[in-house]
C-alpha cells in the first residue's frame, strides 16, 4: 500500500522560508512523477511544482524564483524549499505521486495523495 505523509509546515511572517517535506512508502521501485499541490479556503487546489524521475521541473507563476522542488530518490522523499514567502502561500499543501514517467502539473493527473502540511504566512 502507497502512502505519502507530509512534513514541515508552520506559521512563519512575510518575507520566512519553510522547507516541506514528503515521505513516499510502499513504493517497490519509487514513483516517477512528484508533486505539491495546494489549496487555500475556498479555492481550488493549485499544482505548485512537479518534479518527475529525471529531475525536469515545472512551476506556478506564482512562485517561480521563491520556490524549489527537489527529491531524494533513494530515500523516497520530496522536498519544497519555500522562499520570501507571502500571505498569499497560506493554504494546505499537498503531496501527490505517480508512477507513470510522464508527469502533469494538474490534480487529475495523480492517483496518490498524502493528507497534507499546513502552512501559514503572517503579514
Known amino acids: 500500500q502507497v502512502q505519502l505523509v507530509e512534513s514541515g509546515g508552520g506559521s512563519v511572517q512575510t518575507g520566512g522560508s519553510l522547507r516541506l517535506s514528503c515521505a513516499a512508502s510502499?513504493?517497490?521501485?519509487?514513483?516517477?512523477?512528484m508533486a505539491w499541490f495546494r489549496q487555500a479556503p475556498g479555492k481550488e487546489r493549485e499544482g505548485v511544482a512537479i518534479i518527475d524521475s529525471d529531475g525536469d521541473t515545472n512551476y506556478a507563476d506564482s512562485v517561480k524564483g521563491r520556490f524549489t522542488i527537489s527529491q531524494d530518490k533513494a530515500k523516497n522523499t520530496l522536498f519544497l524549499q519555500m522562499n520570501s514567502l507571502k500571505p498569499e502561500d497560506s493554504a494546505m499543501y499537498y503531496c501527490a505521486a505517480r508512477a507513470n514517467n510522464i508527469c502533469i502539473r494538474q490534480q487529475d493527473w495523480f492517483n496518490v495523495w498524502g493528507r497534507g502540511t499546513q502552512v501559514t504566512v503572517s503579514s
Open positions: 510502499g513504493y517497490t521501485y519509487g514513483p516517477n512523477c
